[in-house]
């Protein structure tokens, strides 16, 4: 018996040992060697990522891999731009990271990548089957340990002559990026002071989410303390950006996107920009004024992949930090290759990161917002929402949840793929504004069902 909850739209992510154990890792072997076979894959890299469980998982997944006669690169603790970087280098462009990327410390999960695409956890699911797949040989297990200092080569290959020394604090969170980032940056002249960067699954002085304002506190002050001229943080499994300027505000993905995107459109006109459906307004104008095509997309790095696979776009991003380049680099979400391509704009504008925010348009935002829900009723609930909530004035979009656009602002309700949430963010031209819509929204959801528990600020 396996739990098939833990079987995601984006990825498999469990709670260990009671949903992710040997049993279920037998289990989603079996099934991943199928989708393996169809393809005519016979080889897979596999990384972790700092977790307390990740050691354990990787030697399951790795022997029962290998007895079904697939053969193993094994790279260790990694960050999953690491593992997505060494699947590129396999003639198979195939592999799996075991990370619970920002979900609590006693989650553990699998993101794969099978023939150069995203594999969703429901397609591993469907690939479940008590019969297991025929042994007709043993794989084979090579320990790889050159990938990080290739991977340094080859960004410090694009990077042009600095003026002058960045002094930059990096927020690890404990997390597996804490062996790459400080290393990175140096290398790439900056004056680095580490916080948080010795790699701890208890993950014990804060999560490691820059999503969340709250996690990103230690890293404002830091910066503040020390006159640095940029702050930035990563998830626990090293694929998510947080970065702050050097008067410790907050530049939120959806900015970042702006200042990426304007960057990017010199040399790609007429190209596509890809962003969620929690990404700005402000957003769509930016890249439809310096001549690209705003394309939106379902929130999700599997659905961000799967369409700039489809449209070659030279960049894509989320919300929740995940952003892809995919002109120079190898279109996966890495968030310290993006942190290396905001620190080339500010060299080459030579200017502070507060100045660069301040020329991006403004209005009135709120973060992700979250409500808790049951893991079992939260897709009905948006399913209702879309179906009944009333939006005089509003054009509503419904690719992932329900986006309801105004003339002067707009508003989102979706559910969490990776938790037992739903998600909320609201955006005006003025605070006002910004109040009236979030209250319609809560207003329409109470209608909805009652019993849930709004508290949102």
Same mark, same amino acid.
């Given at each position: 018996?396996?739990?098939?909850?833990?079987?995601?739209?984006?990825?498999?992510?469990?709670?260990?040992?009671?949903?992710?154990?040997?049993?279920?890792?037998?289990?989603?072997?079996?099934?991943?060697?199928?989708?393996?076979?169809?393809?005519?894959?016979?080889?897979?890299?596999?990384?972790?990522?700092?977790?307390?469980?990740?050691?354990?998982?990787?030697?399951?997944?790795?022997?029962?891999?290998?007895?079904?006669?697939?053969?193993?690169?094994?790279?260790?603790?990694?960050?999953?731009?690491?593992?997505?970087?060494?699947? *590129?280098?396999?003639?198979?462009?195939?592999?799996?990271?075991?990370?619970?990327?920002?979900?609590?410390?006693?989650?553990?999960? @699998?993101?794969?990548?099978?023939?150069?695409?995203?594999?969703?956890?429901?397609?591993? %699911?469907? %690939?479940?089957?008590?019969?297991?797949?025929?042994?007709?040989?043993?794989?084979?297990?090579?320990?790889?340990?050159?990938?990080?200092?290739?991977?340094? =080569?080859?960004?410090?290959?694009?990077?042009?002559?600095?003026?002058?020394?960045?002094?930059?604090?990096?927020?690890?969170?404990?997390?597996?990026?804490?062996?790459?980032?400080?290393?990175?940056? =140096?290398? $790439?002249?900056?004056?680095?002071?580490?916080?948080?960067?010795?790699?701890?699954?208890?993950?014990?002085?804060?999560?490691?989410?820059?999503? *969340?304002?709250?996690? #990103?506190?230690?890293?404002?002050?830091?910066?503040?303390?020390?006159?640095?001229?940029?702050?930035?943080?990563?998830?626990?499994? /090293?694929?998510? &950006?947080?970065?702050?300027?050097?008067?410790?505000?907050?530049?939120?993905?959806?900015?970042?996107?702006?200042? @990426?995107?304007?960057?990017?459109?010199?040399?790609?006109?007429?190209?596509?920009?890809?962003?969620?459906?929690?990404?700005?307004?402000? $957003?769509?104008?930016?890249?439809?004024?310096?001549?690209?095509?705003? $394309?939106?997309?379902?929130?999700?790095h599997f659905h961000i992949k799967n369409t700039l696979k489809k449209?070659?776009?030279? #960049?894509?991003?989320?919300?929740?930090?995940?952003?892809?380049?995919?002109?120079?680099?190898?279109?996966?979400?890495? /968030?310290?290759?993006?942190?290396?391509? #905001?620190?080339?704009?500010?060299?080459?504008?030579?200017?502070?990161?507060?100045?660069?925010?301040?020329?991006?348009?403004?209005?009135?935002?709120?973060?992700? $917002?979250?409500?808790?829900?049951?893991?079992?009723?939260? @897709?009905?609930?948006? *399913?209702?929402?879309?179906?009944?909530?009333?939006?005089?004035?509003?054009?509503?979009?419904?690719?992932?949840?329900?986006?309801?656009? @105004?003339?002067?602002?707009? /508003?989102? %309700?979706?559910?969490?793929?990776?938790?037992?949430? &739903?998600? &909320?963010?609201?955006?005006?031209?003025?605070?006002?504004?910004?109040?009236?819509? *979030?209250?319609?929204?809560?207003?329409?959801?109470?209608?909805?069902?009652?019993?849930?528990?709004?508290?949102?600020?």
């Amino acid at each position: 018996m396996i739990d098939e909850s833990i079987f995601r739209e984006y990825d498999i992510r469990g709670i260990v040992p009671s949903q992710v154990n040997e049993a279920s890792i037998k289990l989603i072997s079996h099934a991943i060697a199928r989708k393996c076979i169809d393809e005519n894959i016979d080889e897979l890299v596999l990384g972790r990522d700092g977790r307390l469980s990740g050691e354990k998982i990787l030697n399951i997944l790795s022997k029962e891999l290998q007895s079904i006669g697939i053969n193993i690169v094994n790279i260790g603790i990694v960050t999953s731009p690491l593992l997505y970087y060494a699947a *590129k280098q396999l003639p198979s462009k195939s592999g799996i990271m075991i990370t619970g990327s920002h979900n609590p410390k006693d989650y553990n999960g @699998f993101k794969i990548i099978i023939n150069d695409s995203p594999i969703s956890g429901l397609e591993i %699911l469907s %690939l479940l089957s008590d019969k297991p797949v025929s042994k007709t040989n043993t794989g084979k297990e090579l320990f790889k340990k050159s990938l990080m200092d290739e991977y340094i =080569r080859e960004v410090l290959s694009q990077s042009t002559d600095k003026s002058e020394k960045i002094k930059v604090v990096i927020d690890c969170g404990n997390g597996s990026a804490g062996e790459i980032a400080p290393k990175l940056f =140096r290398s $790439l002249g900056c004056e680095v002071i580490e916080l948080f960067c010795e790699i701890d699954g208890n993950f014990p002085n804060h999560h490691p989410d820059p999503g *969340k304002v709250e996690n #990103l506190q230690d890293l404002i002050n830091t910066v503040k303390e020390n006159s640095a001229d940029m702050g930035i943080a990563f998830d626990g499994d /090293g694929d998510r &950006l947080g970065v702050v300027t050097e008067k410790g505000e907050i530049i939120f993905p959806d900015q970042l996107m702006m200042i @990426f995107a304007k960057d990017i459109l010199k040399n790609y006109p007429g190209r596509e920009i890809v962003f969620d459906v929690k990404c700005s307004n402000l $957003l769509s104008n930016i890249i439809i004024e310096y001549g690209g095509i705003p $394309l939106m997309s379902p929130t999700g790095h599997f659905h961000i992949k799967n369409t700039l696979k489809k449209t070659n776009a030279p #960049l894509a991003g989320e919300m929740s930090g995940h952003i892809f380049f995919n002109d120079k680099w190898h279109g996966f979400d890495d /968030g310290h290759y993006s942190a290396f391509r #905001l620190l080339e704009i500010m060299n080459s504008l030579n200017m502070t990161l507060s100045s660069i925010l301040n020329q991006l348009p403004k209005a009135y935002s709120t973060p992700e $917002l979250n409500i808790n829900v049951e893991e079992e009723k939260k @897709f009905k609930i948006v *399913k209702e929402f879309v179906n009944k909530a009333q939006f005089e004035g509003g054009s509503k979009v419904t690719i992932d949840g329900l986006r309801v656009d @105004f003339d002067d602002g707009w /508003g989102l %309700l979706r559910a969490s793929n990776t938790t037992p949430k &739903l998600v &909320l963010r609201f955006e005006a031209e003025t605070p006002s504004r910004l109040n009236d819509i *979030k209250n319609i929204f809560l207003d329409q959801l109470k209608l909805i069902d009652e019993t849930i528990q709004i508290d949102i600020s």
